[in-house]
């Protein structure tokens, strides 16, 4: 019999720790109806490469909604980009906080002459007019990094939600700004080579949602079956957000689990 009482101690306690925001959530609406372009509707071989104002302005132009990256320079300044080194991207050796936003902008992003953004010029940029998905990446203090973003973010009218793969970003936001739409990013980690961590464990599990309680789950598409993405999303009603989409036949394959998708690479047909 006591076993049978652990059992349901231990199913509780699951339960609870990757339940997401119950009560109070905000309106989600939105987000709706529109396809999000990973970091731009953009091509590394062009003139409008990931993360840059062209990708950017191609995306608005072509009315689809943006998901992109937010870092800090060394001089504490928000800039748009993704990876934590420049190497890939623009063939240079260092971090981005490495250098201040003056410093960067002697670097180009790969075969083009774009420079690394401004995320308050992006916002200016964009200014209200598709919807924008905000993945806060923490290479330092969380919430240090939240709040220089935050600034910005709670000045800007328009339609987003903020994500990151960190639970300490996402729990920033719902101790400081419980009235924005936050979400936990997340995936299997295990990868040819490596294990995972144990954060990464507890993160693929969304075993720290009980600190966060994120309004969506954005999962790596291709591991929609994770036990605990469908019990976030299936049970608790948790905004379900598909990354990335990298063809068509993609697409119309996770449209059984996902509500909401982010894509690069085509062009998605509408349903």
């Avoid at 190497?87 to 906080?97: I, L, M, S």
């Avoid at 410093?103 to 964009?126: G, H, N, W, Y």
Wanted: with cysteine.
């Amino acid at each position: 019999m006591w076993l049978i009482g652990v059992l349901l101690f231990l199913i509780i306690l699951y339960l609870y720790a990757v339940m997401p925001r119950i009560s109070g959530r905000p309106d989600r609406t939105p987000l709706y109806g529109i396809y999000y372009a990973h970091r731009g509707l953009h091509d590394n071989k062009t003139d409008a490469p990931e993360n840059s104002m062209a990708a950017f302005r191609k995306a608005v132009e072509a009315g689809y909604g943006i998901e992109l990256d937010v870092q800090l320079t060394k001089d504490r300044i928000p800039v748009v980009f993704h990876d934590e080194t420049l190497k890939r991207v623009c063939g240079v050796e260092g971090k981005v906080r490495d250098f201040t936003y003056e410093e960067l902008q002697q670097f180009t992003i790969c075969k083009s002459q774009e420079r690394i953004p401004l995320f308050a010029d992006f916002l200016k940029m964009v200014d209200g007019r598709v919807p924008l998905i905000i993945e806060i990446k923490i290479h330092e203090k969380a919430a240090v990094v939240c709040a220089a973003a935050d600034e910005l973010i709670r000045q800007y009218k328009g339609i987003y939600c903020i994500e990151s793969f960190d639970p300490r970003a996402v729990y920033w936001y719902r101790k400081n700004r419980p009235e924005a739409i936050r979400g936990q990013l997340s995936s299997n980690f295990n990868k040819p080579g490596r294990k995972e961590l144990i954060t990464e464990f507890l993160v693929h599990y969304l075993l720290l949602n009980f600190l966060a309680r994120p309004d969506f789950i954005a999962y790596e598409h291709t591991h929609k079956k994770n036990i605990s993405r469908r019990i976030c999303c299936n049970l608790f009603r948790a905004l379900s957000v598909a990354w990335t989409i990298k063809s068509q036949q993609q697409l119309d394959g996770a449209r059984d689990a996902f509500e909401l998708f982010i894509f690069e690479g085509f062009i998605p047909e509408e349903k």
